[in-house]
């Protein structure tokens, strides 16, 4: 069975550092596009972070130089660290893999719907 499972999330000050985990079974993260995205109430649905097989990263202009997107390829699992966070960071945050076709470049403007699988999310709070 193919699954995402997000952790990690939860409330900081302005200035603080969280770092989100996303745990596959089910496929190997290390051989697809794995993207982490948020989503903040009444805004649409953000690619922040990507990374792809051969290990290339792309990031969203509102967090480069703060977040790092990672993996640990012995656990299967996906990492955010964000630091230096911000309220206009607050959002849940997802963590989706496998796209739908090869030919769908793996970068934080690829749309959402191009992913086949998803986790259930992680609420990052962020308070000024």
């Known amino acids: 069975q193919v699954q995402l499972v997000e952790s990690g999330g939860g409330s900081v000050q302005a200035g603080g550092s969280l770092r989100l985990s996303c745990a596959a079974s089910?496929?190997?993260?290390?051989?697809?596009?794995v993207t982490w995205f948020r989503q903040a109430p009444g805004k649409e649905r953000e690619g922040v972070a990507s990374?792809?097989?051969?290990?290339?990263?792309s990031y969203g202009a509102t967090v480069k130089g703060r977040f790092t997107i990672f993996r640990d390829n012995a656990k299967n699992t996906l990492y955010l660290q964000m630091n230096s966070l911000s309220p206009e960071d607050t959002a849940m945050y997802y963590c989706?893999?496998?796209?739908?076709?090869?030919?769908?470049?793996?970068?934080?403007?690829?749309?959402?719907?191009?992913?086949?699988?998803w986790g259930q999310g992680t609420q990052v709070t962020v308070s000024s």
């Open positions: 990374i792809d097989s051969g290990g290339s990263t």
């Open positions: 089910g496929y190997t993260l290390s051989n697809v596009c």
């Open positions: 989706a893999a496998r796209l739908r076709g090869t030919y769908l470049p793996c970068t934080v403007r690829t749309t959402a719907n191009a992913y086949l699988s």
